[in-house]
């Protein structure tokens, strides 16, 4: 286990997940919070991300669906996969804004409902960070790419700044009960490296957004 593993651990030994509650109004409250966030790249970087988008698709953490107006009209399927029941309700009405078709599935990444070697692209925006058990969220990945498969992704990562990523490591449990689960410190491109997946990726800073979240990784994994 790396160092900053073993600092997300201990943190998490004395942590309670968020309620269920405050994740109902966090789900309301997402698109509001992001929106300086989108409007100062990150629209754009979705869109330029998600341009390659191939094949039948599936999104990890749908989320409320800000990546659904970037999708490739080409791409031969899209599933949507989210375990929050308020972001699937607002998920499923910005398909229905968009008129758009695609499936949307209960389930969390650590347990993705895929059969093996079944999808061309796997897509990860802002997600990494809160489930639970990561390493098993990449092995469920890997499990149901195909061999020429590609995970596409936009991650917030633990800071290179030592004083930034301390700041990480010190607010990590107000952030966390705060934002839906997000731990702020994870180092995720570590993360992927370990489990396999070969990384082509741009450091980035996502601007409009508080300064612990503002170190992003965007870029295109294989195995």
């Known amino acids: 286990m790396t160092e900053n593993a073993s600092i997300e651990s201990s943190n998490e030994l004395h942590e309670r997940p968020p309620s269920a509650a405050w994740l109902r109004i966090f789900a309301l409250a997402y698109d509001p919070f992001l929106w300086l966030g989108e409007i100062a790249g990150m629209r754009r970087r979705r869109s330029t991300l998600l341009g390659g988008a191939r094949g039948r698709v599936v999104e990890i953490g749908a989320g409320t669906g800000l990546n659904i107006a970037h999708y490739p009209d080409e791409i031969a399927e899209l599933v949507l996969v ?3 029941p308020g972001m699937r309700r607002s998920l499923a009405r910005r398909l229905q804004r968009h008129g758009r078709v695609a499936r949307i599935v209960d389930a969390p990444a650590e347990r993705l409902p895929l059969a ?3 999808v061309d692209t796997v897509v990860s925006t802002l997600v990494l960070c809160t489930v639970n ?4 969220a990449l092995r469920e990945i890997a499990r149901v790419l195909r061999p020429d498969g590609q995970v596409l992704f936009i991650e917030h990562v633990r800071a290179s700044s030592r004083f930034l990523a301390a700041c990480q490591d010190f607010l990590f449990t107000p952030w966390r009960h705060f934002a839906g689960g997000c731990r702020c410190n994870r180092a ?3 993360l992927m490296r370990d489990c396999g997946f070969t990384i082509a990726a741009d450091d980035a ?3 409009g957004m508080p300064s612990i979240v503002r170190p992003i990784m965007v870029g ?4």
């Not at 058990?133 to 098993?136: H, R």
């Not at 295109?220 to 195995?223: D, L």
């Open 205 to 207: 800073v996502w601007r």
């Open 82 to 84: 989210e375990p929050e």
């Open 116 to 118: 093996d070697a079944s």
């Open 188 to 190: 995720t491109g570590e």
């Open 220 to 223: 295109r994994a294989t195995r």
């Open 133 to 136: 058990d990561p390493e098993l």
